[in-house]
């Protein structure tokens, strides 16, 4: 098996800020990053993602910076949902979606668009919409 290192220059960003975001990621008060728990689609093991997430009415969209074809957004996709951890708390999500630039946009304000664009290249978003919130 081989890998491939991402065309954009994302991943170096990914790679330094990695230890930092895997500890905040999910917390209470850090609401730009959550963690995706989704499970295997050939193993059956129950896996996690820290991932830069955006709030929308009814869900989530999260930049795909390396692509759709990741393991862990193929997992989600074929599951058909995930569970994510956001500001303390565990969510339901289903439905999810690829979708491109033009229908992401709408989701971001000026602002976070120009950061997730310089910061984040993408040519492909996930869209989640919430089912629900997990008591514990």
């Not at 709030?55 to 058909?80: E, K």
């Not at 978003?125 to 997990?134: A, D, E, M, N, P």
Request: charged share 20%.
């Amino acid at each position: 098996m081989t890998t491939s290192v991402p065309a954009n220059t994302s991943w170096r960003f990914a790679r330094a800020t990695a230890p930092a975001v895997r500890v905040l990621a999910g917390r209470r008060w850090f609401p730009a990053w959550a963690v995706v728990h989704h499970r295997g689609r050939v193993s059956g093991r129950a896996l996690s993602v820290p991932v830069a997430v955006t709030p929308t009415p009814d869900g989530f969209v999260i930049n795909l910076p390396w692509g759709a074809h990741t393991n862990w957004v193929r997992n989600v996709v074929t599951a058909g949902g995930c569970t994510i951890r956001w500001k303390g708390v565990e969510h339901r999500f289903d439905g999810p979606r690829i979708v491109d630039a033009v229908a992401a946009r709408p989701y971001y304000s000026r602002f976070a668009w120009t950061i997730a664009r310089k910061l984040f290249p993408a040519d492909a978003w996930l869209v989640l919409h919430r089912v629900g919130t997990i008591v514990r």
